[in-house]
């Protein structure tokens, strides 16, 4: 008796799942995204390595719920990567629907490879959110092209990131304005520098910003490695390396896990430059007492990598309106402003000043940057990202030459 | 139903890990539809062989997991044997316990900012002392050889052993076996070692083969004080699992096979020298030496062992004081100002991962404890061992490399709809949380006096009277460390939450983990503080009830 109930329920509940979540969603009719949505709960997978920035997606999770009945959970990880597994993992088992994973915080190598899988929302749907309109992509080229994969709409802006270094003033040191001057540097200064072991996010930024430099015609770089060029680009990378490496932290045969890890050795007096992917790295460090507050960011004068980062919606997601709402709500002038707040979280806005209403703009204008943080003027040039493959490339040969140092 | 108990049991352990096992084989021969690998091949193989510094690394993990074994196994043998029936002993005891309570990684940061060349000790002597204006530019953390690593490994597994040899102590009679050996001249350790440790290293013998499975492919205390490069095995797998270029799965999962491969090695290698050792004990009582003077050996031990526990108590105790500090620079020995900001923060998010952790653990401790003992009771009635080939079943949770089997398991779970609730989860908690339980809880079991049993049958008690008035009240010590062991099995695991429960069930330890990936010192404090607060209370429950339990028994206290 209660199987056959079961069964029944079961029976008058399946139609319904189907439908809602097979249908496809029409971005450009909101209202009916909208009313999708209330009531969902959206599954945030992004990484949770910060509490700054796990408070104001906590903070942006209430105001939706408050204001579109839609609750946001946020699935902390520690590498992104673990969520594209998850929707591989799906798709292998043939669970197109209900997938467990609503929203991606994603960029680069990530994106392109879930791009290519198959395994982000089609068709794209970034450009029809009603919040577009504010989106700068004509003067952000990161945010249409994410490290030269084209986005298509497959992916919705969240912040821009710059390569900024740190030092600590009170030490005194004079600091190198190019990467070869850094060469010379960590000859004057043994044992003061290191970078994070590639294929560390950011220490493989590092290298790609190294290459970016001393590349004769940097054009080769927005292409795919060609077969057989690759030594010859490189050769002058490496033979710097070679000349830094003796001269680095633990003589470059040990190196940190990651830019955190390189942070806590600069606060620790151990070397006297750390580095990360955003401008506001520095000035959140000092307010949270990791780094003293004669810490101070700066540039290489001719120029450094530039990239964006994104949400990007899988393909098989259970609650793809509630995503797409809080996407919305993600490049609405109030979410960037807060988010671009150092007290809060410091992360540079996607939004176009022009394009914004008289107070916002204001708003953005007032903000207080921090004492570390370097204003967009002066952040010096930017650098395109290379094609992914020079990564792919870069990483292996690095690991070849130098992950075997002892 | 007793009977059905040691098949829930295999099934516990089997299903999940034969299906997870061949989500590693196929694709570690290249078979893996969804990602376009449709041939069957040794290319991943030969692909893992070409990686540089692979045997580096394989010789890194195995050296590094039989060093530990050795170092903490002889570390327990040498103490028990100095010092147990002592005072000194019962305070050592108090000591080491909660040790087993503190997760791994909260014990390896902990040592990691102790030694470190601008750690808390260096900063105690700089520059007074030292002239180091700046940290010196030592290889002390993360050196190649793995021995800073080794020693994290060390101070946390010689707790584990400490207390798996306790449980198994009161079988052994030591008391008497040493009123024999003094009386016949030997010297205190070498009449232990002679007369007592024969008997109890059958007993602990499952655990120890636990701990080199568990140092040849540890991940969380590799990453903190491990080499880089080359890193362990263990850690290059995880890399290359977790690597978004997903053609890395294939290459991955061969390396899981080889993992597997050299976890097996390390046991055979071990099972080798406990041959030797055994002939060499021989040798050794057979010389008629009587080994009187080991008054310095015996110190030594007793130092080594409170030097462990001292190192990680005080990195905890500094930790504790980051979890409060404001900015702490070099060279300061204590930090400038102090703040609660960091406790305000985390505790406003730590409440409901908290729920979980207790939840999960007590489901997964409480299912494991009732199978194991039904299990157990079973075996005792039949007298139907399951025989070598069923405690070859509860090695493969401890051996298989969790990432690897965990990923094919979760595929399993997809395709057959099971999903990511609560109950997945505690299933899987179950695989690694059911065979420390009933390793640890097993031998003390089997060596029950069954003669027990005889007195209560031929007073007219059933079998059950003697089962719940005189072998359960008198096994309660074991069963309360089993359960507390088994729940702190649950509450450190990492992976098997984050990829089961798909990130949807954060424990303290998902969170923990996440949040050390930043690096701050201040929330990991927190975190582990936290983290190790709930296994604690459990260890401080199996002490304490036995102890109210018995407190007008003397002979039960042990």
């Known amino acids: 008796m209660f199987r056959r109930t079961v069964i029944k329920t079961l029976a008058a509940l399946l139609p319904a799942a189907i439908a809602t979540s097979a249908h496809a969603v029409d971005v450009s009719d909101w209202k009916s995204v909208e009313e999708a949505a209330r009531g969902q709960t959206v599954y945030f997978n992004a990484w949770g390595g910060a509490q700054n920035i796990n408070d104001y997606i906590r903070w942006a999770g209430d105001e939706v719920e408050k204001r579109y009945g839609v609750k946001v959970n946020h699935v902390k990880l520690d590498d992104t990567?673990?969520?594209?597994?998850?929707?591989?993992?799906?798709?292998a088992a043939g669970k197109d629907e209900g997938g467990e994973i609503d929203l991606i915080w994603i960029n680069g190598e990530n994106f392109v490879n879930m791009k290519k899988q198959g395994l982000l929302l089609t068709p794209g749907w970034a450009d029809s959110l009603p919040n577009w309109k504010y989106v700068d992509w004509k003067n952000k080229p990161t945010i249409t092209v994410d490290f030269t994969e084209p986005v298509e709409g497959l992916e919705s802006p969240w912040g821009m990131a710059k390569f900024v270094f740190f030092q600590d003033t009170a030490r005194g040191i004079e600091m190198p304005d190019s990467f070869l001057q850094l060469v010379d540097w960590t000859q004057k200064h043994p044992g003061r520098f290191t970078y994070p072991a590639p294929p560390d996010f950011i220490g493989s930024s590092f290298l790609k910003q190294a290459l970016t430099e001393v590349v004769a015609d940097k054009s080769v770089l927005q292409k795919p490695v060609v077969e057989g060029k690759f030594e010859t680009v490189t050769a002058p990378l490496f033979a710097a390396l070679d000349r830094m490496h003796p001269n680095m932290w633990r003589g470059g045969r040990t190196f940190p896990k990651n830019k955190e890890a390189l942070r806590q050795l600069l606060a620790d007096n151990e070397v006297d430059i750390a580095f990360a992917f955003s401008?506001?790295?520095?000035?959140?460090?000092?307010?949270?007492?990791?780094?003293?507050?004669?810490?101070?960011?700066?540039?290489?004068?001719?120029?450094?990598?530039?990239?964006?980062?994104?949400?990007?919606?899988?393909?098989?997601?259970?609650?793809?309106?509630?995503?797409?709402?809080?996407?919305?709500?993600?490049?609405?002038?109030?979410?960037?402003?807060?988010?671009?707040?150092?007290?809060?979280?410091?992360?540079?806005?996607?939004?176009?000043?022009?394009?914004?209403?008289?107070?916002?703009?204001?708003?953005?204008?007032?903000l207080d940057l921090g004492v570390a943080t370097l204003p967009p003027s002066r952040l010096g040039p930017t650098y395109n990202e290379p094609h992914a493959s020079w990564m792919e490339r870069l990483e292996v040969e690095w690991t070849r030459r130098y992950g075997v140092a002892n | 139903m007793l009977r059905l108990a040691p098949l829930i049991a295999i099934a516990v352990l089997i299903l999940p890990i034969s299906s997870g096992v061949l989500a590693t084989l196929l694709p570690a021969f290249g078979w893996f539809p969804a990602l376009g690998g449709t041939t069957v091949s040794a290319e991943p193989f030969r692909e893992l062989f070409r990686e540089p510094g692979i045997w580096q690394s394989v010789w890194l993990s195995l050296k590094t997991g039989l060093l530990t074994t050795m170092i903490s196994l002889g570390l327990v043998v040498a103490f028990f044997a100095a010092w147990s029936g002592t005072r000194l002993f019962?305070?050592?005891?108090?000591?080491?316990?909660?040790?087993?309570?503190?997760?791994?990684?909260a014990a390896a940061f902990g040592l990691a900012f102790m030694i470190a060349p601008s750690g808390f000790l260096m900063r105690l002597v700089s520059p007074e002392l030292t002239g180091f204006v700046t940290p010196p530019d030592w290889q002390?953390?993360?050196?190649?050889?793995?021995?800073?690593?080794?020693?994290g490994l060390i101070v946390k597994e010689v707790?584990?052993?400490?207390?798996?040899?306790?449980?198994?102590?009161?079988?052994?009679?030591?008391?008497?076996?040493?009123?024999?050996?003094?009386?016949?001249?030997?010297?205190?350790?070498?009449?232990?070692?002679?007369?007592?440790?024969p008997q109890l290293y059958p007993q602990i013998r499952l655990a120890v083969f636990a701990v080199i499975a568990y140092a040849t492919s540890v991940v969380d205390v590799a990453l903190i004080l491990g080499p880089t490069s080359p890193a362990p095995l263990a850690v290059r797998l995880v890399g290359w699992m977790g690597d978004p270029d997903l053609a890395m799965r294939f290459k991955a999962s061969a390396g899981a096979i080889l993992q597997l491969g050299l976890?097996?090695?390390?046991?055979?290698?071990?099972?080798?020298?406990?041959?030797?050792?055994?002939?060499?004990?021989?040798?050794?009582?057979?010389?008629?030496?009587?080994?009187?003077?080991?008054?310095?050996?015996?110190?030594?031990?007793?130092?080594?062992?409170?030097?462990?526990?001292?190192?990680?108590?005080?990195g905890l105790a500094v930790l504790a004081i980051w979890s409060f500090a404001g900015y702490w620079a070099w060279p300061d020995a204590v930090p400038r100002s102090f703040t609660l900001k960091t406790w305000m923060r985390?505790?406003?998010?730590?409440?409901?991962?908290?729920?979980?952790?207790?939840?999960?653990?007590?489901?997964?401790?409480?299912?494991?404890?009732?199978?194991?003992?039904?299990?157990?009771?079973?075996?005792?009635?039949?007298?139907?061992?399951?025989?070598?080939?069923?405690?070859?079943l509860l090695y493969l949770p401890l051996i298989m490399p969790q990432p690897a089997f965990l990923f094919g398991l979760k595929m399993f779970f997809l395709a057959f709809g099971v999903g990511t609730g609560f109950a997945a989860l505690v299933s899987v908690h179950l695989v690694f949380v059911l065979p420390y339980v009933f390793l640890s809880l097993a031998d003390p079991w089997r060596a029950w006096d069954s003669r027990y049993a005889q007195v209560s049958a031929t007073l007219g008690g059933t079998r059950n009277d003697t089962f719940w008035k005189i072998r359960l009240p008198m096994l309660a010590g074991p069963v309360l460390v089993a359960a507390a062991i088994g729940f702190a099995v649950s509450v450190g695991q990492y992976l098997p939450t984050v990829l089961i429960g798909a990130g949807r069930w954060p424990t303290l330890t998902t969170e923990a983990v996440a949040l050390a990936s930043g690096g701050d010192r201040r929330v990991i404090g927190v975190y582990a503080f936290l983290q190790m607060f709930l296994p604690f209370a459990g260890f401080a429950i199996a002490a304490l009830v036995p102890a109210a339990m018995f407190a007008n028994r003397r002979a039960m206290r042990a």
């Open chain 1, 279 to 366: 401008p506001a790295e520095a000035s959140n460090a000092i307010a949270n007492n990791e780094l003293p507050d004669t810490v101070r960011s700066f540039v290489f004068s001719g120029g450094t990598l530039g990239n964006s980062h994104f949400v990007a919606i899988p393909y098989n997601a259970a609650a793809k309106e509630g995503a797409l709402v809080f996407a919305n709500f993600l490049i609405s002038p109030e979410a960037q402003l807060k988010k671009q707040d150092p007290e809060v979280w410091g992360d540079p806005t996607v939004l176009n000043m022009d394009a914004l209403p008289q107070d916002d703009r204001k708003a953005f204008d007032d």
């Open chain 2, 90 to 105: 019962e305070r050592m005891r108090h000591l080491v316990s909660p040790l087993l309570a503190i997760p791994h990684a």
């Open chain 2, 346 to 392: 985390s505790l406003d998010a730590v409440s409901g991962p908290l729920w979980i952790t207790l939840l999960l653990g007590l489901a997964a401790m409480v299912i494991a404890i009732v199978i194991v003992i039904a299990s157990l009771e079973n075996e005792a009635r039949t007298g139907r061992t399951g025989g070598s080939r069923s405690l070859w």
């Open chain 1, 81 to 91: 990567a673990n969520a594209v597994s998850a929707v591989v993992a799906a798709k």
């Open chain 2, 140 to 151: 002390i953390l993360m050196d190649p050889g793995g021995l800073s690593m080794s020693a």
């Open chain 2, 159 to 197: 707790p584990f052993l400490f207390l798996v040899t306790l449980a198994a102590m009161p079988q052994a009679r030591a008391g008497d076996f040493h009123r024999v050996a003094s009386g016949l001249g030997y010297g205190r350790m070498a009449g232990f070692v002679f007369t007592v440790w």
């Open chain 2, 263 to 314: 976890t097996v090695s390390a046991l055979l290698i071990w099972i080798v020298l406990e041959k030797a050792g055994s002939a060499l004990l021989q040798v050794c009582s057979l010389s008629g030496i009587r080994y009187l003077r080991d008054g310095a050996l015996r110190w030594f031990s007793g130092g080594a062992m409170a030097l462990a526990a001292v190192l990680v108590l005080a």
